[in-house]
């Protein structure tokens, strides 16, 4: 019985990625939920590696401070000077001396593999014993890739880089992805031998395979299915073209379990994000981070929801969403802002231009318009007129404000924080509250109204207004109409009173 082999992944991820022109290293770039790195270390953990090894190097501080937060069982190993793959991957080794069995070696600028490629790799060089595997691909074109040169019988004689290849190895389009498995110690013992005789002046890790097989060892070379999963990411047009594939990639899966998307080209779903059964994505819909979409939920047109739980059956139509909860069969939009810590509960509603932040809104409660709901509580079923505003900051501190189960608040009001209208009550359109409103109560703090006859004529003359109040005196002098009566309507404001 052989024992099971042990395994080492290293991800070469120092280099500066110069055609990205940019301050962040290369392999920080995000793609749709993860980094560059974040997607080979993903593709890389199901393998069961006893040891993983990142290569650092530019920007050593950021890509350790990531792999802090992403992989914290990863070893960072500083390359302070990039001298090439082979240097890299030697000083990998150095960090792991005790270790024996495969090591597995990846580019960290292959975000598009996938776990079952990298393993299908691993367990053809391990079935093969093999000395080194490479993962191969044909691809459209190979320009700035190493080449794979295979003898007459088509087996691996080396690996070329089209720099140093002569004009008939540049014109093959099998290609090195840049992935490989090794058997460790015959590893270790060929990067002893690397020489830098070559256009760069570097250590090529690809010179191992030539190196292998002038000295007899087995080596073998893994053909990927599908030569997507090889490209590499150089400058920003690049990423912006694996973005797009990887985009397709995920709404394909997510169609194929049930969800609905009407527009895929304008669908971006983060690898992160879960999407439930007969949901339906609109047109130009983006769902980031730790979003949770649930079944029957309808999500778009133009919506981005960032680490959004939306329940099932729930609407959410353009709007913008982050860190928020949107319960069950609730309505979001159009134009709602949802900010972290909103939370909806059951079929609540928040309308058109609502901003809502770290409050609870609760099981069929309202706020159809125009508000800004923040640190606040609203009840089951409350009502919040148009254009309320929860005032919860003095300049100094927050505050909250609580509004009771089946609450109704008229319209144009400010709760000024802190404030609690009591369950069932009623707050008069137009107030500001600062006190509270017991249960069942009727709060107003509205100044009563005050007619003044006749001002328009007075101080306007010759006005728009003026002619047609003019008109209207007219014809109220024909007709001999009286005033209504005072409604209970008017007598909440306290009285009429006119001067
Ligand atoms: C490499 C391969 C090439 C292959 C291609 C696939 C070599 C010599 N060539 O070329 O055959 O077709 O990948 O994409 O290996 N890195 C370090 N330290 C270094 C140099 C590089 O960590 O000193 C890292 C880079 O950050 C990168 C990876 O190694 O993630 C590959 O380096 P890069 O310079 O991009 O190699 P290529 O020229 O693309
Ligand atoms: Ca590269």
Redesign the pocket.
Known sequence: MSQPHRRTVV???????KRMKSALP??LHPLLGRTLLGHVLAAAGPLGADRTVV????GAEQVRAHLAEIAPDATGVL?A????????VRIALDAVPESTGTVVVI????PLLRTGTVDALVTAHEGEGAAATVLAAEVPDPT????IVRDAAGRLEQ?V?ERDATPAQRALRE????IYAFDLARLRAALGKLSTDND?G??????VFGLLVSAGEPVGVHVAADHVE?L?C?DRVELAGLRRLLRDRVNEAWMRTGVTILDPATTWIDVTVTVGRDAVLDQNTQLRGATVVGAEAVVGPDVTLIDTVVGPAATVLRSHATGAEVGPGASVGPYAYLRPAARLAEKAKVGTFVEVKNSDVGPGAKVPHLSYVGDATIGARANIGAATIFVNYDGVNKHRTVVGDGAFVGCDTNLIAPVEVGAGAYVAAGSALSQDVPPGALGVTRAPQRNIEGWVLRNRPGTVSARAAEQARAAGEDASGGSPSASEGEAIHGGAETV
């Open positions: 991800v070469l991820a120092a280099g500066e990625g290369k392999v290569v650092v190097g530019h390359q000077e990039q001298l090439g793959t082979g240097h890299a580019n960290g600028d292959v700035g890739l190493g080449r690996i880089e290609i090195n992805a840049g760069q570097e250590e090529y890790l690809t010179d090889t590499g150089n």
